[in-house]
């Protein structure tokens, strides 16, 4: 009985992150249940809805034949309209859905509950290395972050934060080559991957300097290959060198703009304050702002960390487009995250218990909220 007991928890250890992720997001589908029953809406539509259709179409036909009604955020069609999303989603969709032979939509189902998972175990690792030994705990913060819904949708925020969180894995734990291979994968999934090849390719030049090794070098050269091809690619496709961000700018209205578009849209709705919605996207956008900057002054964390969760609050929020979808683009910043595991750390475990509770049960009603009957978050 007793060496039985020794070896359940092992067993038990190993499998809690994957357990703690599950069982979090559940939570999260058994709440958009609810509000799609509420709403007449069908659970399968909202889960492959706005974004989540284009990766299905373009798994299903190339960029080259999207049907011409898939239209960009002005209601138009071009040859190049496609290339707005990055490649890596659909071909692992498209080779999963032939290898399973199942459905392109479950195949995508598939695919992020194993990276979801995936990521888990990364985000464990971190969080036992700085949160108080705390790492499922910020495993649990992250899958029930507002807008985590989307982790388990027809989107890339599962797999993109599977690749970044275990690049980020590598380069606190020195293993080069290991974490420019993850930069490549991210890169290859979403432009936020910027961030990512930045903070790698710098940490494993401070590397370099300190100590020389090939390894970093090499790690640092992968990094930027997932990118660097998808957008030379786009460039030969269009004919032009900025080909891609053109697309952004011209079909989505997506552009780099340091953030004037993100200061009117706070500063209107801090004034205003008519649209709840609006104001709980403008508190969770400033609460993002604040972790970064505690963060920044922790000494738990190390740079690389800071520097990629500041990275993706910067490029989130320095970004023109649908404000309203800026709760999403902060999924995958997982380490904005990391003071609230170590505060809870020190707390009892009944109050540890109770706000993390809270902060799922939030997270879940916003994403819930936001695919039924507000509509503008996603």
């Known amino acids: 009985m007793i060496t039985q007991l020794r070896l359940s928890r092992p067993v038990a250890a190993a499998l809690a992150p994957a357990a703690v992720y599950l069982a ?49 955020a002005f209601g138009n069609h071009t040859a190049n309209t496609a290339m707005a ?10 080779t999963v859905a032939a290898a399973t032979g199942t459905s392109l939509f479950a195949a995508a189902l598939i695919i992020n509950l194993a990276a979801g998972i995936a990521a888990a175990y990364a985000i464990a690792r ?30 890339t925020e599962a797999l993109f934060t599977a690749f970044a969180a275990w690049a980020l894995v590598s380069v606190v734990e020195r293993q080069w080559v290991e974490a420019g291979c993850y930069a490549i994968g ?50 030969a496709q269009t004919g032009k060198l900025g080909g891609w961000w053109q697309i ?6 997506s552009q780099f703009d340091w953030g004037v578009s993100s200061f009117t849209f706070a500063t209107r709705i801090l004034a205003d304050g008519q649209v709840v919605m609006d104001l709980l996207i403008v508190l ?19 740079w690389p960390l800071v520097l990629y969760g500041a990275g993706i609050v910067v490029l989130t929020l320095g970004s023109d487009g649908m404000m309203a979808s800026k709760p999403r683009m902060l999924v995958p910043a997982f380490v904005l ?18 706000w993390t509770t809270t902060f799922v049960l939030f ?7 936001s695919l039924t009957a507000w509509h503008y978050t996603i």
């Open 24 to 72: 979090v997001r559940l939570a999260g589908l058994l709440m958009l249940v609810v509000f799609a029953e509420f709403h007449d809406e069908k659970l399968q539509t909202l889960l492959r809805s706005w974004d989540g259709n284009w990766y299905l179409i373009i798994a299903e036909n190339g960029y080259e034949q999207v049907p011409k009604d898939f239209v960009d």
């Open 363 to 369: 997270g879940s009603w916003f994403s819930a909220y």
């Open 186 to 235: 991210a890169g290859l999934i979403r432009p936020t991957a910027t961030v990512l090849v930045g903070v790698v390719c710098l940490a494993a030049l401070v590397a370099l300097r300190s100590s020389r090794r090939w390894e970093a070098v090499v790690g640092g050269l992968l990094a930027p290959l997932g990118l660097l091809g998808y957008w030379g690619y786009v460039a």
């Open 85 to 94: 999303f990055f490649p890596g989603f659909p071909f692992i969709l498209r």
């Open 284 to 302: 969770i956008l400033l609460g993002a702002v604040a972790l970064t900057a505690v963060s920044a002054f922790s000494r738990t964390v190390p």
């Open 248 to 253: 952004q700018r011209e079909g989505w209205n």
């Open 337 to 354: 995250l990391i003071p609230i595991a170590v505060a809870l750390a020190g707390r009892s475990r009944v109050t540890m218990v109770a």
């Open 126 to 155: 971190i969080g036992r290395r700085l949160a108080g030994g705390r790492g499922l705990l910020l495993v649990a913060l992250w899958a029930g972050a507002p807008m985590a819904i989307t982790l388990s949708m027809t989107y």
